[in-house]
């Protein structure tokens, strides 16, 4: 079974600067995960996702997350941040006979002027 | 870009009575899907939809809920007799193809409240 720790419940970040959100997974086979991105009172719109075909993986809004296997990471990163960036972050794998998603609590960032 | 869209946004309904909450999925999709959020939780898989019926549910999807696909394009979930626990963010998905490689695409959500 699939699985994901998302190491941060909240993270910080000023405006203009970096972002990283780390995401590890667990799991006996090659996964499928995504990225979800969830803004106050919005739906979940998809970042991106990794299919196996390309270990970097770009994304809208100009963000992309790496998929190393060594390190069993898929960590989402920004080079810099926007006030429009506020929002929750859920790294999700897909699996199962459905490929039902399991979200995980996620990871808020908030931006800061 | 398609989008899947979901209606009403908001609903307020007295527990015990009936809701039923719409989506219209992306037109070529094939198979369908319902999440909830209760304010402050994760977001939980409810049930799956493939081929008319259902392909999975979970624990939470008991009697009280039912899915349906009417017509070619609608895709609903009914609830019962809602009771307050049933307050939610009741998110609908879909997606194209039986594959790993394609993410879902979410409604923007109904908020149901229950009194």
């Known amino acids: 079974a699939q699985s994901v720790t998302q190491l941060d419940s909240h993270v910080s970040v000023s405006e203009g600067t970096p972002v990283l959100l780390r995401c590890n997974y667990s799991?006996?086979?090659?996964?499928?995960l995504f990225w979800y991105v969830q803004h106050p009172n919005k739906g979940l719109q998809l970042l991106l996702k990794y299919t196996s075909a390309a270990t970097l993986v770009k994304g809208i809004n100009g963000f992309e997350a790496e998929f190393k296997k060594s390190e069993t990471s898929f960590h989402l990163t920004k080079p810099s941040a926007h006030m429009s960036d506020a929002a929750e972050y859920f790294c999700?794998?897909?699996?199962?006979?459905?490929?039902?998603?399991?979200f995980g609590k996620g990871t808020l960032l908030t931006v800061n002027p | 870009e398609p989008e899947v869209t979901q209606t009403p946004s908001h609903q307020v309904t007295q527990m015990g009575q009936e809701v039923i909450l719409r989506c219209v999925p992306i037109?070529?999709?094939?198979?369908f899907y319902w999440y909830r959020q209760i304010l402050g939780q994760k977001v939980e898989f409810l049930v799956s939809?493939?081929?008319?019926?259902?392909?999975?549910k979970s624990e939470i999807f008991d009697d009280q809920f039912s899915v349906e696909r009417p017509d070619g394009s609608n895709f609903t979930l009914k609830i019962r007799s809602t009771k307050l626990e049933d307050s939610a963010m009741y998110f609908c998905?879909?997606?194209?193809?039986?594959?790993?490689?394609?993410?879902?695409?979410f409604g923007s959500g109904t908020r149901l409240t229950v009194v």
């Open positions: 998905a879909s997606r194209n193809e039986w594959s790993t490689n394609y993410g879902y695409t």
């Open positions: 799991s006996s086979y090659s996964p499928s």
């Open positions: 999700v794998p897909s699996g199962g006979s459905n490929y039902k998603l399991t």
């Open positions: 939809f493939y081929n008319n019926e259902i392909s999975e």
């Open positions: 037109s070529n999709h094939l198979y």
